[in-house]
Each structure stands twice: as structure tokens, then as C-alpha cells.
């Protein structure tokens, strides 16, 4: 069956990088998208960006141009998403999603990751 | 501020019909399909509706989804007490080269 399994849990202080994985089974790891998306508390869906697997290519939400990072190890179909520069702001869950296209539906997400950034 | 405009509350009495209506414009809505998704609280959230219109295998035909335009409903019937939860749409942006989402529903089941 289809999974992406996310990493624990995170606690930042300000200014620093967090990097998220996002380990995918159940199906061709190449053959889908995967979308990064946050969740600040108590808020809603926020896209971040999406990378293609099978060739490593990203598109980032303008938002975050800059201090996002999102690459892939194919040899573990593991995604990584790294934001840098963190601050308070960022506290969030950060979902991975996996989507056959660029445009197509997000069928399928990890269980989240929550990331606090606090001094 | 969303780019998609959803009420940010809607609320039925179990067995009633409830709309949530998704507002865009004619660089998302109005030129790409648009998706669903429930979000029950403290879980990952969950695609409902795709394409405007198409069920998942394993969502209930209780849940319906239409587009007009540069609108969108998702529809649904035979309300239950699960399907308290916040209810999010999604599309493509052609202007941002980018997802935008509503900035979600939130469903009570009186």
C-alpha cells in the first residue's frame, strides 16, 4: 500500500534550518510529484513548493524563494525538504503529498511533521 | 488572505444537505480543475473530491462536487456526525505557477 512516512519532530531556534524527509513505498517513487505543504496552528493549507522525483526539477511558492530547499535520494525514495532562516512564523506541521502530476490532486500524504521554532 | 474564498464556517443537523462554496478567478478556478479535500481535526488531510467532480475510491457518494465558471461547491448529503472536520479546495494557479488553497471550511454537525 501507498505511504510516506515523515520525520519526528522538530524544535528550532530562531535562525536556524530544519530539513523534513519524506519516505515514500507502495509505488514507483518516480512517477509522482511530490508537493511540500504548511500548516500553521490553528490555520490552513499553505503550498511551499513540489519536486519531481525522477529528475529532481522544483517549483517554489514565491513565498519561500529563497529559503526552501527541497531534494530527493532515489537509491531510498526519500524526499527532503530543508527551510532555512527559521522564525517564530514557521511554527508549523509540514505535510508531504504525492500528486501523478504537477496539477493533479494531492491521493496521497504523509502524516505531517511538526516544526517549532522558539528561542 | 486566500487566494480561493470559502466561508470559514458552515453547520447542518445530521441527515440535512450542506454546500461549501470555493470562489477563485480565471487564472485558477476558471481554468483548472478543482479538488477537495477533508481534514479531520488532528489528522493529515485527506482528498475528497478531484477533478471537479470525481470520488476517490472509498469516499461515500454522499459527497459531490460541481464547478461554474470561476466557482466551485462540494456538496454533501446525508450529513453525519464524522463528517464534522474542515473541508479545504485546491487548484492549480496559472498566474503564480503555483497550488493556492481556500482557507478551509469548518464543518459542525449540530
Known amino acids: 500500500q501507498v505511504q510516506l512516512v515523515q520525520s519526528g519532530t522538530e524544535v528550532k531556534k530562531p535562525g536556524a534550518s530544519v530539513k523534513v524527509s519524506c519516505k515514500a513505498s507502495g509505488y514507483t517513487f518516480t512517477s509522482y510529484y511530490i508537493h511540500w505543504v504548511r500548516q500553521a496552528p490553528g490555520q490552513g493549507l499553505e503550498w511551499m513548493g513540489i519536486?519531481?522525483?525522477?529528475?529532481?526539477?522544483?517549483t517554489y511558492a514565491q513565498k519561500f524563494q529563497g529559503r526552501v530547499t527541497m531534494t530527493r535520494d532515489t537509491s531510498t525514495s526519500t524526499v527532503y525538504m530543508e527551510l532555512s532562516s527559521l522564525r517564530s512564523e514557521d511554527t508549523a506541521v509540514f505535510y508531504c503529498a504525492r500528486a501523478v502530476e504537477m496539477a493533479a490532486a494531492h491521493d496521497f500524504w504523509g502524516q505531517g511533521t511538526l516544526v517549532t521554532v522558539s528561542s | 488572505q486566500s487566494v480561493l474564498t470559502q466561508p470559514p464556517s458552515a453547520s447542518g443537523t445530521p441527515g440535512q444537505r450542506v454546500t461549501i462554496s470555493c470562489s477563485g478567478s480565471s487564472s485558477n478556478i476558471g481554468s483548472n480543475y478543482v479538488h477537495w479535500y477533508q481534514q479531520l481535526p488532528g489528522t493529515a488531510p485527506k482528498l475528497l473530491i478531484s477533478r471537479n467532480n470525481r470520488r476517490p475510491s472509498g469516499v461515500p457518494d454522499r459527497f459531490s462536487g460541481s464547478k461554474s465558471g470561476t466557482s466551485a461547491s462540494l456538496a454533501i448529503s446525508g450529513l453525519r456526525s464524522e463528517d464534522e472536520a474542515d473541508y479545504y479546495c485546491?487548484?492549480?494557479?496559472?498566474?503564480?505557477?503555483?497550488?493556492?488553497f481556500g482557507g478551509g471550511t469548518k464543518l459542525t454537525v449540530l
Open positions: 519536486i519531481n522525483p525522477s529528475g529532481g526539477s522544483t
Open positions: 485546491a487548484t492549480w494557479d496559472d498566474s503564480l505557477s503555483g497550488w493556492v
